[in-house]
């Protein structure tokens, strides 16, 4: 029998003496008055003297992380959900028999407790208890050295354990929950709906993505989880809710990555009688205000690199980016055999029939998008890899389209809404027939979109902010699985 299981043993037959005595190691009826941080903010600035005049009563309650014994005495240290403090049992106040069932705890126990304040010598806000119950008798020691894991996977897998151990990890998660929720309040205050639109659809849209597959038993159908929300959102646009968004989750059946988690959580926002410039700077105002409050300027550290969000960011043409950061010859911009022969040096794989824009955006990510740290709008993509982006109008082969990156990777996506019914239902067509060669692509054409175009769309401007990788960078986080607080795994063996 190993070490661990041996501790499980000796915790369980604590278990089943605990209630042999008749205490129940499960209750549910002790009620904490205050938490650790309360403890802290009210009591720390008061002086020794200020302290020991104060006559209140605390009721605290929190895991067990900490003992140091000293016969009659033990400090301990508890951890609620807003920190730690410590806590001071005497056995000539609590009385023998608490005394010696406290002896019995162990560090992850939970303990609701009750009493005053004071200060050690070593200027440490101390709770001396007065009475104490024990609320959860843990069975699993707590690991002992959680920090110098070296198996990151563990980490991810028993998260439950990352968060109790690890501060830094449980303030990356506050981050992102208070993050969303500065996205929410930015778009109500603007007068934007928060609506649901449906994650299993009977046709996957709005991206490209290999969808997962399901099936729908009563009604014998197949659906597949969604890769993106879009269409459904711009049918509510059409339905005339003018100002909407949706913190969504996604799906695609793709690669696992730094920066891909086959689930993962999108912000996507519509405003009708706005075009993507509008969107650019929405997005300036929103993310720069995100960084602002969350780091108190504009600047932000990035694994070594400093990023600054002040506004207003570089915006710079498709083409031009290519020129620039890739250096290419302009004549790959033309002829889509020099692009074809320049992809092939580079050793990317094209597909047979690839287009022209097609291929310049695979130049695009292997040339330009690494160099692109600092927020950088890349504007006029070509409308061979932009179906559901409106053309510009005075150059047919780009369209009115953005996208954002920033340390090297995409963070955003936006444009003008193609509106037009007979536009997209011919992109559409020509998408399906570049993909009829790719295996499992679901070649349906979305007739009930296009019938909702065919009513109306009003002029409409639409954008993407991928969530988990914005997390990313408020928390100098360097993979995905940081920032998700339960990343897709293989199965344990």
């Not at 009750?114 to 959860?136: A, H, I, M, P, W």
């Not at 915006?315 to 020099?338: A, N, Q, T």
Request: hydrophobic content about 40%; glycine content about 6%.
């Amino acid at each position: 029998m190993d070490e661990t299981s041996e501790l499980i043993q000796q915790r369980i037959k604590k278990l089943e003496a605990l209630r042999k005595d008749g205490i129940d190691p499960y209750p549910n009826d002790f009620r904490a008055t205050h938490t650790s941080k309360d403890l802290h903010e009210a009591l720390d600035p008061l002086s020794d003297e200020e302290l020991k005049s104060a006559e209140e009563t605390f009721r605290l309650a929190g895991r067990i992380m900490a003992i140091r014994d000293f016969g009659k005495a033990s400090f301990i240290h508890i951890q609620d959900r807003k920190g730690r403090i410590q806590v001071y049992l005497q056995k000539d106040t609590v009385g023998d028999e608490a005394f010696r069932l406290f002896k019995t705890f162990d560090i992850g126990d939970f303990i609701g407790l009750e009493g005053k304040v004071f200060r050690t010598k070593t200027r440490e806000l101390t709770l001396q208890v007065q009475k104490f119950q024990l609320l959860v008798k843990s069975l699993r020691p707590l690991p002992e050295k959680w920090h110098g894991l070296t198996d990151i996977e563990a980490r991810y897998r028993q998260r439950y354990l990352d968060l109790i151990a690890n501060s830094r990890v449980k303030e990356i998660f506050l981050t992102r929950i208070m993050t969303i929720q500065k996205i929410r309040n930015f778009f109500i205050q603007r007068d934007f709906l928060e609506v649901e639109t449906p994650m299993l659809h009977p046709i996957p849209g709005g991206a490209t993505a290999k969808p997962f597959r399901t099936h729908h038993n009563a009604l014998d159908m197949e659906l597949y989880l969604r890769v993106a929300p879009e269409l459904f959102l711009k049918r509510l646009v059409i339905g005339g809710l003018e100002r909407i968004f949706e913190i969504n989750r996604s799906f695609r059946n793709e690669g696992v990555s730094t920066l891909h988690n086959p689930e993962f959580t999108m912000l996507e926002f519509y405003q009708s009688y706005a075009t993507y410039e509008e969107m650019m700077e929405m997005t300036e105002e929103l993310l720069s205000s995100i960084v602002k409050e969350i780091h108190g300027g504009l600047r932000l550290n990035y694994q070594g690199e400093e990023i600054d969000f002040t506004p207003p960011w570089r915006r710079l043409f498709y083409k031009e980016s290519l020129l620039e950061y890739g250096k290419v010859d302009p004549v790959i911009l033309k002829e889509p055999s020099r692009a074809i022969e320049l992809a092939k040096r580079l050793g990317l794989e094209l597909r047979r029939g690839t287009s022209h824009g097609k291929v310049l955006d695979d130049l695009f990510k292997e040339l330009v998008e690494p160099h692109l740290v600092q927020p950088t709008f890349i504007t006029h993509y070509p409308t061979e890899v932009s179906p559901l982006s409106r053309r510009n109008g005075k150059d047919m082969d780009v369209v009115d389209r953005f996208e954002l990156f920033i340390a090297g990777r995409e963070i955003a996506n936006g444009f003008s809404e193609l509106n037009d019914p007979v536009d997209q239902r011919e992109r559409f067509v020509r998408q399906l027939k570049e993909r009829a060669d790719e295996a499992d692509a679901v070649l349906n054409l979305d007739e009930d979109f296009l019938r909702a175009l065919e009513f109306g769309m009003p002029p409409t401007a639409g954008e993407g902010i991928g969530i988990d990788r914005w997390v990313m960078l408020l928390t100098d986080a360097p993979s995905i699985r940081d920032v998700i607080f339960f990343p897709l795994l293989r199965m344990e063996k």
